[in-house]
């Protein structure tokens, strides 16, 4: 049944239908838009427009079509209706007969759609508050496991300072902290209910729409009507997190991909997230993490698709703003995916702790801590910098790391060097030593590590 049709005396192009229908994606609205529909049926009864027993008629009927399709969703596909609000509509005057008919008095497609859209908003970012923080626990146990692992820290690719996987792993957990802020704070603003705005004017019942808006379990109504019908910063909002939250993941997947790499030789994955070559039998690849990092490409896709279709939009609805819901929908979905995937990633990883030891001895990580001990003995920093490029230079030319110098060679750089710089030029003096706030000493690791378990519980 269409929910229009008065004003035509032809069909529509099956073409033009096919193209105009939105059931085969807005169908997952259905328990939103049931439920929006309870509330306004008592709305309905506050103004007049439904007896007590009408309005209790319809909200055991929709609490039956909701108990039928939480069984059974896919049954909605089977339907020809235009939209999940018309399949609910239809599915209830089938039910009920004409009393089924007055309850779209006062609304519109237009408020119920946004309305249907928010809940089902508020309803996911619960879920990907839970995953962002299932993956940073993840993050920290794994943390919490390899304190003891150093490796090689790096900027431009170049081995440049020691660190722990502890603290790489901590890394994560801060970007993934900033994603859990993000949703809250995106969910605090699209706490505000569009129901009773009607189709852009206002809907011409007295309805109180504070009081709707709190059977919805929404914190207020919203302030314009006709903002409201067309608002959708929701979705860029929770596009927008999604894309920055991706971006994390696909840097989190490419630096376990490089670390996997035989290469680095840092860590293995489990066998349970990778997979293997159909010609080069010795091929273990990193298929999980590469997909985390490939995803991230759609998931910006979904956001500047959206920022386009509303860009230039005038006030108030407009059909382009059906586009909203198969890029959101895929976006978030991808999203929750790749956290979960993830945390299946970090559960079978096994660190490579002498490979990753040994990494962290070469390549003249301990450079700066020649430089610091040349400027505790008086030698201003640049010329304490200097002095170690050319000692660095030697120590290439000789093939040995700086500690495996002499005194004797070392004293030809500089003769404030003394027997007491080779305990300095240690890996575990390398991290001691950054025992600042943030740093990378192990007492700060672990002071991390107690705080973020004490913030996710
Ligand atoms: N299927 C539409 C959407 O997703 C519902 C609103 C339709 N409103 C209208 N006036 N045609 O946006």
């Known amino acids: 049944m269409a929910l229009w049709g008065g004003r035509f005396s032809q069909a529509a192009d099956q073409r033009f239908k096919q193209f105009n229908d939105s059931l085969r994606f807005d169908y997952r609205l259905a328990e939103q838009d049931i439920t929006g529909s309870i509330a306004w049926s008592k709305a309905l009864v506050t103004v007049n427009v439904l007896t007590n027993e009408e309005q209790q008629q319809l909200e055991s009927a929709l609490n039956e079509l909701l108990a039928e399709v939480r069984a059974n969703p896919e049954q909605i596909l089977q339907s020809d209706a235009e939209d999940i609000h018309s399949w609910v509509e239809g599915k209830l005057i089938d039910k009920v007969g004409a009393l089924g008919k007055k309850l779209h008095t006062g609304r519109s497609r237009n408020d119920q759609v946004a309305t249907d859209l928010k809940l089902w908003c508020k309803e996911q970012v619960a879920v990907l508050l839970e995953a962002t923080r299932e993956l940073q626990s993840a993050l920290v146990a794994t943390a919490q496991a390899n304190q003891d692992a150093v490796m090689p820290g790096y900027t431009h690719l170049q081995r440049a300072q020691p660190v722990t996987f502890a603290h790489w792993c901590l890394a994560y957990v801060e970007m993934l902290a900033r994603d859990e802020s993000r949703l809250q704070d995106a969910l605090k603003r699209m706490d505000v209910s569009p129901l009773g705005c009607g189709a852009l004017a206002g809907t011409a019942y007295e309805i109180d729409r504070q009081q709707l808006a709190g059977w919805l379990g929404f914190a207020s109504a919203t302030r314009n009507s006709l903002d409201t019908v067309s608002d959708r910063d929701h979705v860029l909002e929770l596009l927008s997190d999604a894309s920055i939250g991706m971006v994390h993941l696909s840097r989190f997947a490419e630096d376990l991909i490089f670390f996997n ?197």
Not at 284 to 294: H, Q, S, T, Y
Not at 358 to 371: C, R
């Open 261 to 457: 790499t035989g290469e680095a030789g840092f860590l293995e994955l489990s066998d349970k997230v990778t997979s293997g070559s159909s010609l080069m039998p010795q091929k273990k690849n990193p298929d999980a993490l590469e997909l985390i990092r490939g995803k991230c490409g759609r998931v910006q896709g979904a956001l500047t698709g959206m920022m386009m279709t509303l860009k230039g939009l005038p006030l108030a609805y407009n059909k382009d703003m059906q586009e909203d819901k198969e890029g959101l929908f895929d976006a978030l979905d991808t999203w929750l995916d790749c956290l979960h995937m993830s945390v299946l990633v970090l559960d079978g990883i096994q660190v490579k702790r002498p490979r990753c030891q040994e990494a962290a001895e070469q390549g003249y990580a301990n450079s700066t801590e020649l430089a610091d001990y040349l400027v505790a003995k008086g030698v201003p920093f640049r010329e304490a910098h200097h002095i170690v490029g050319e000692t660095v230079v030697e120590a290439i030319k000789q093939g040995v790391a700086l500690e495996a110098l002499t005194l004797a060679q070392l004293k030809q750089f500089s003769a404030v060097i003394e027997d007491d710089v080779y305990p300095i030029l240690s890996l575990q003096s390398c991290l001691d030593k950054r025992n600042a706030q943030g740093g990378v000493a192990p007492q700060q690791v672990a002071f991390a590590i107690s705080e973020a378990q004490k913030r996710l519980g």
